[in-house]
Nanobody, 122 residues
Framework: QVQMVESGGGLVQAGGSLRLSCVASGSIFSFNAMGWYRQAPGKERELVARITSGGIPNYYADSVKGRFTISRDNAKNTVYLQLNSLKPEDTAVYYC???????????????WGQGTQVTVSS
C-alpha cells in the first residue's frame, strides 16, 4: 500500500521560509508526477505545485509563483517544497500525492497522508 509521509511544517513569521518533505513508499513515486496540495480551514484542497517524474516543475498556482519551489529526489522517493516569503494566507495543511492526468484534469493516485501544518503569523 502506498503511503505519503509529509514533514517540515511549523510556525513561522510572515516573510519566513520552510522546506517541506514528502517520502512516498511504493513504486508509485518513480513513474508518476508528484504534486503538493494544501487545505486551509473551511476551504477545498488545492494543488499548489506539480513536478514531472523526470524532475521538471510544470505547474505552480498563481498565488505561490515566484515564492515556492518544488523539487524531487527519485533516489530517495522524496519530493520537496521550498516555501519562501511566506504570507499568513499560506497557512494550511500541506499534502503530497502522486498525480496523473485523467480525462480533463489531474487526479491524485494514492490515499492522503496526515499532511504537515504550516502556520504563518503576521
Amino acid at each position: 500500500q502506498v503511503q505519503m509521509v509529509e514533514s517540515g511544517g511549523g510556525l513561522v513569521q510572515a516573510g519566513g521560509s520552510l522546506r517541506l518533505s514528502c517520502v512516498a513508499s511504493g513504486s508509485i513515486f518513480s513513474f508518476n508526477a508528484m504534486g503538493w496540495y494544501r487545505q486551509a480551514p473551511g476551504k477545498e484542497r488545492e494543488l499548489v505545485a506539480r513536478i514531472t517524474s523526470g524532475g521538471i516543475p510544470n505547474y505552480y498556482a498563481d498565488s505561490v509563483k515566484g515564492r515556492f519551489t518544488i523539487s524531487r529526489d527519485n533516489a530517495k522517493n522524496t519530493v520537496y517544497l521550498q516555501l519562501n516569503s511566506l504570507k499568513p494566507e499560506d497557512t494550511a495543511v500541506y499534502y503530497c500525492n502522486a498525480v496523473k492526468f485523467v480525462g480533463t484534469g489531474w487526479s491524485a493516485l494514492a490515499s492522503w497522508g496526515q499532511g504537515t501544518q504550516v502556520t504563518v503569523s503576521s
